[in-house]
């Protein structure tokens, strides 16, 4: 369970390999039943807690984790739904703050977490990628009709950097790089540093889906025989899309 503290609840992160397995055992036991082996599989609700109090669905922690379940939920599964896309949740009541752990994608205001782009990286992917190269526990990377494309993301406490080999013609690359992280869309912090109003004016929510916005950035990469190393530096709890 879940510990609380005044109206929030902080719940303790399960192992990416843990709820992994546990689909694929939801994946075996249907498949020993003649009368439903391989029968989709479509999970309805799905979040990183139970709670809709959670502090962890405002943060961009959560998008890094969402991006690493993304990343392997369809291995077993048809479909998958987040739930849900709103703080919308009648069963505790009319939420007291625009951000108080709520399941949604959106804040109140029509605010986007961190998460809602996660979401929306994956479905940009989805319509680039002809073919998938390089899938791990950090990274989906695949061929273009134009180049590669990928998601990149970091569950660690601490920045790192991927360095990734691809095989390009000519004398420069250039790439495209779009970046949610703590330091570049998180509307929590500002709303906690601006003094966490429980009902912001206009002016504070059109302030808060600005800070909603990932940053873009482009890296131009010298070609060398036939190949290149692009390097990205993924901060804590980033999430990165190029």
């Not at 390089?134 to 273009?144: E, F, L, M």
């Not at 909603?212 to 709890?237: M, R």
Request: glycine share 8%; hydrophobic share 35%; aromatic share 10%.
């Amino acid at each position: 369970l879940p510990d609380v503290d005044g109206h929030y609840a902080y719940s303790a992160l399960m192992k990416p390999g843990d709820g992994f397995n546990n689909l694929m055992t939801t994946r075996t036991i249907t498949d020993s039943f003649d009368e439903f082996k391989g029968l989709p599989i479509h999970i309805t609700e799905f979040n990183t807690s139970y709670t809709p109090q959670g502090v962890l669905h405002d943060t961009n922690l959560n998008a890094a984790l969402i991006a690493q379940q993304l990343s392997r939920l369809g291995d077993v599964n048809e479909s998958y739904s987040y739930w849900t896309f709103g703080d919308v949740f009648e069963e505790k009541g009319v939420p007291f703050t625009p951000f108080h752990g709520g399941f949604g994608l959106l804040a109140n205001g029509s605010i986007r977490k961190p998460t809602y782009f996660t979401f929306l990286f994956f479905k940009e992917l989805k319509k680039k990628l002809t073919n998938c190269l390089c899938k791990n526990d950090y990274a989906v990377i695949g061929k273009t009709k134009n180049g590669y494309a990928g998601v990149l993301w970091n569950t660690g406490l601490e920045d790192m950097t991927l360095n990734i080999e691809l095989p390009l013609e000519g004398a420069q690359a250039s790439f495209l790089i779009k970046t949610v992280d703590e330091d570049t869309c998180n509307p929590l912090k500002i709303w906690h540093e601006l003094g966490e109003p429980a009902n912001p004016d206009k002016e504070t929510v059109s302030l808060l889906r600005e800070a909603a916005k990932p940053a873009i950035s482009t890296n131009l990469v010298d070609i060398k025989d036939g190949k290149t190393t692009a390097s990205f530096l993924i901060k804590k709890s980033g999430v990165m899309v190029n």
